[in-house]
């Protein structure tokens, strides 16, 4: 059980809200979190290097020169990895970095984000956002409540508060559907919306 405080869309103290999931520093998994993270930068790599082999390098079906009598080693094409212009040997191919995570791991992992930011001091839970989708409005707020560098996170796709914050150089605005462990790392606050840290918690379980 554990008991997060509340605050109202200007951000002053409104109440709590109780979860029966537990946010006690002994969640904390910080392998889970390298994991998640590691999985994610990996999952942005385009993975596109590409070199030619012998067999992709235009040219070389002409023997280069005669077996014999030159004096040379023999060779049969001009495209071999030993000669000037020939294919690549083991070079990087188109390939996927995709790491698969199971769900007991990112759910873990979004658990120990919430702790660590919890017992830090470092969530604030938001009733709901009242925001007007200005960025001088929104980046006002959070530097007065001191919440920068921040990342808000939202219950709804179309919110004014992801606009408002969009364009804030050190802040980042997401719904819950989309939320990412290695931004919530990435971020030393964390500005989330009731509705979305209850999504978050019952996906917990």
């Known amino acids: 059980m554990a008991e997060i405080t509340l ?5 002053e103290k409104s109440g709590s809200l109780e979860t029966k999931v537990s946010l006690d520093p002994e969640t904390i998994s910080a392998p889970a ?3 998640v993270v590691k999985a994610t930068l990996a999952g942005r790599r385009q993975g596109n290097a590409c070199t030619k082999n012998r067999a ?13 009598g030159t004096g040379r080693a023999r060779q049969g094409s001009s495209r071999s990895p030993i000669m000037v212009g020939g294919g690549t040997v083991f070079g990087p191919t188109p390939r996927d970095f995709t ?5 007991k791991m990112m759910n873990k992992a979004i658990q120990s984000i919430l702790a660590d930011k919890m017992q830090a001091g470092k969530l604030t839970v938001v009733e709901s956002f009242d925001s007007n989708g200005k960025t ?7 530097t007065e409540k001191n919440l920068l560098p921040g990342l808000v996170v939202t219950e709804q796709k179309d919110s004014k508060a992801i606009l408002a914050a969009r364009n804030i150089r050190n802040a980042k605005a997401m719904p819950v559907e989309g939320f990412s462990v290695y931004e919530a790392v990435k971020f030393e606050n964390l500005i989330i919306e009731k509705a979305a840290l209850e999504k ?6």
């Open 7 to 11: 605050v109202n869309s200007k951000f």
């Open 33 to 35: 979190v390298h994991q």
């Open 56 to 68: 992709k390098v235009r040219g070389g079906g002409a023997k280069p020169f005669k077996q014999k």
């Open 99 to 103: 790491q698969k995570v199971n769900k």
């Open 136 to 142: 001088k409005d929104m980046f006002k707020t959070l």
């Open 200 to 205: 978050l918690l019952n996906r917990l379980g």
